[in-house]
């Protein structure tokens, strides 16, 4: 009996394939809340609504322009997701991770994900820049299942989400354009609620960094899949763990400081795909 995962994976690929022009993007990028003006710097863009392609779903989130890009940035060909989907949405764990697998399937071999997040960490602020050098889990596993044996093995291994020399790269790169980054553990958490104070505080000592409801399950699927992985957040809030009643966490927000922070990361995205 055919499994339907692998038929829906491999339509979509199909699909996005017969629109390629013969390009081989082997770069990766899922673009977070308010990351979405990136795409507006890939050049001889090729644009397709989530809608368009077999078995997608459809993002609902603030902030996320539902489409993948297929173009140049850096000077290689690259695959954009502007916007993703998450668990909150009500989305199955397969369809949240399909692009991933998807991206696998037309032979990208690095992943870039981003973010927006609450900073955990009480030395951050908002605006600033944070490397994930690891990750919690809270949300799903999106491996639960049977194995899709042909994208990778039953128990992957976890001990290096983050690829060390890509985080080496862009430190460099940072140096070189004068931007400070932080480097920290990013929690991930289902939402869609933001946290409590007392979930802040617990997940401040559980070693989180920033938290955030995203960007794990597919960082799971790539290094599944073998993709190499980097990872950033976009320090957006700061999650609070007092109970003033003047502190409101406000998803719009959040949004326009994503969106002001975005230039910065396009600036350190676009140098490292030159590097890589």
């Given at each position: 009996?055919?499994?339907e ?5 491999k339509?979509?690929?199909e ?15 899922v673009l ?14 090729t644009?397709i ?11 609902t989130?603030?902030g ?5 890009i ?7 060909t ?7 989907f ?9 369809l949240?991770?399909?692009?991933i697998r998807v ?7 690095v992943?870039?994900?981003s973010?927006?997040?609450?900073g ?5 602020k908002?605006?600033?820049l944070?490397?994930i050098k ?9 491996l639960i ?20 020399e ?6 460099n790169?940072?140096?070189?354009l004068g931007h400070?980054?932080?480097?920290g553990?990013?929690f ?19 070693g ?15 290094r599944?899949?073998g ?13 609070n763990?007092s109970t ?21 990361m396009?600036a ?8 890589i």
């Amino acid at each position: 009996m055919a499994d339907e995962r692998i038929e829906r994976i491999k339509n979509a690929a199909e699909f996005i394939k017969a629109r390629l022009d013969g390009r081989k993007p082997e770069i990766g990028i899922v673009l977070g809340s308010g990351l979405g003006k990136l795409g507006d710097y890939i050049e001889d863009a090729t644009v397709i609504p989530y809608k368009q392609i077999p078995g997608f779903p459809v993002s609902t989130a603030t902030g996320h322009k539902g489409n993948l890009i297929i173009g140049n940035l850096g000077g290689k060909t690259i695959v954009a997701m502007q916007g993703r989907f998450h668990y909150y949405e009500g989305y199955p764990m397969e369809l949240v991770t399909l692009p991933i697998r998807v991206m696998s399937s037309i032979g990208v071999k690095v992943l870039l994900v981003s973010n927006a997040a609450g900073g955990l960490n009480q030395s951050y602020k908002v605006g600033d820049l944070m490397i994930i050098k690891d990750h919690i889990n809270t949300i799903p596993n999106p491996l639960i299942g049977p194995n899709m044996n042909d994208f990778g093995p039953r128990f992957p291994d976890m001990t290096r989400p983050y690829d060390f020399e890509l985080i080496e790269k862009v430190e460099n790169i940072a140096r070189r354009l004068g931007h400070e980054l932080q480097k920290g553990v990013y929690f991930a958490t289902t939402g869609p609620t933001y946290e409590t104070p007392a979930e802040v505080r617990f997940y401040r000592m559980a070693g989180g960094d920033a938290v955030g409801m995203s960007t794990v399950p597919e960082v799971i699927v790539a290094r599944h899949c073998g993709i190499r992985v980097f990872g950033m957040s976009v320090i957006t809030n700061s999650s609070n763990d007092s109970t003033k009643s003047d502190f409101v966490n406000d998803g719009e927000d959040v949004v326009k400081q994503a969106d002001i922070a975005a230039t910065k990361m396009i600036a350190i995205f676009t140098e490292l795909i030159k590097e890589i």
